[in-house]
Structure formats: C-alpha cells, structure tokens
C-alpha cells in the first residue's frame, strides 16, 4: 500500500476521533436545556409578579402618607377650633373637621380593601421569589459541572489534534487540503477502500478500467461518483455467507 494512503487512513481515524468527541461534547448543553426553560419561565414569572407587587407597595405608601397628612389636618383645625372668636367660624371648622375625618375614614376602608390584595400579591411574590431563585441556584451549579466536563473534552480533543497534525504533516499540501475538504464535504469519510470494482463509500460500480489503475497505485484516485478518495483493497475472503 501507498505510504501517502496508509497516512490518509490513520489521519482519518484521529480526525473522527475529534469529530465524535465534539459531538459528544456539543450535545452536552442539550442536558441543561429542560431545566432553562423551567427556569427562564420561573423568572418570568417571578418578573411579572414583582411589578405587580412593586405597584401594589407603591400604592399602600401613597395611602397610607395621604391618611397620615389628614390626621395631621384635623389635630391642626381640632386646634384652630379652641382659637376662634364667633359661632359661625365655629360650626363651620366643624363642619371642616368632620368632612376631613369622612374623608380619612374613607381613605382608610380603602387601605383595608387594598390590604387584602396587598397580602395575596406578597405571597405569590414570595412564591415566585423562592422558586426562581432556587432553580436558578441549581441551574447554575450543574452549568458549573457542565463546564468542567466541557473543559475535560477540550484536553482530549487539543491532544487529538497534536496527533491529527503531526501525521498530516507527512501529507503534501495539496493532498492535505484535498483530503481535509472531502472528509467535510462527506461527513467525516475522505478515504475508503474500493473493493470489488465498488467504492465502499458510496456503494456505487467503479468502472474496471478505474479499478485496474487503482491496483496499480501508480497515483492517487478518486471515485468518479462521491469524489471520496478510494484505494485498492482485495476482496476479503467470506468467511461468513450472507443468506
Ligand atoms: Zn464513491
């Protein structure tokens, strides 16, 4: 055999080596994939929830500092009223005290009713808070592992490659750029043996003509039909009859 041919054979072993060591190593993340979504939902969830509760707080607050600045009018006119001189200016601060307590009466049936919404969003928004935050916690560390495995593929792979170019090394230059653009056209298959008179790559005929110059080895060939690069090789003996 070729030594050209036998190099082509070994540097196709390596090279799909790495290849199946990517895949294996790109379909990684695809464990973690159930667990984002979950998460990602969860954290919507917990987003929508949160302006919810944001806008319930900043209402409370209002209500709350509006019945506090109208407690604050009525001690004010409560104290006007031991002040004035006539009866009229009498009856009409007091006639001004009981709307305002009215009106924070009012305010406060309205801080009571809120209250009740106020205490169903905080719960739901600590709810939402607990469970967002402890998916996101577990997410976190198995991406953690993840990449730690990831890294540990990464070694074998830079390894592989060292050997993928010391032997591609004993290739010439256009033969290398030759063989490295079929083993990608043909998903990982450059070079296979042509046995006979068909080209195990592709299982098509190869015309005699062509088979008889291939066990010549005078040169590289390659199969008229899928361009892979074929090499002669004697019909293995049967030692197993189909049928
Ligand atoms: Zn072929």
Redesign the pocket.
Known sequence: MREDIRTMISLQEVMLKIKSLEDEKNAIPERLSDLRREMEEAEKVYQEVSAEFEELSKQKKNLESSIEDEKIKIEKSKAKLMTVKTNKEYFAMLKEIDTLKRLARQMEDELLELMVRYEEVEKRYTEAKERYESLKSDYDSRMEEIKKEMEEFDKDIEKLMEDKEKIASALQGPLKRRFELVFRRRNGLAI?PARDYI?T??N?NIPPQLFNLLQKEDKIYE?P??S?I?YYEEEKQKEVREG
Request: net charge positive; proline share 0%; aromatic share 0%.
């Open positions: 296979v080209c790559g592709c098509m199969c039909n899928c892979r074929i």
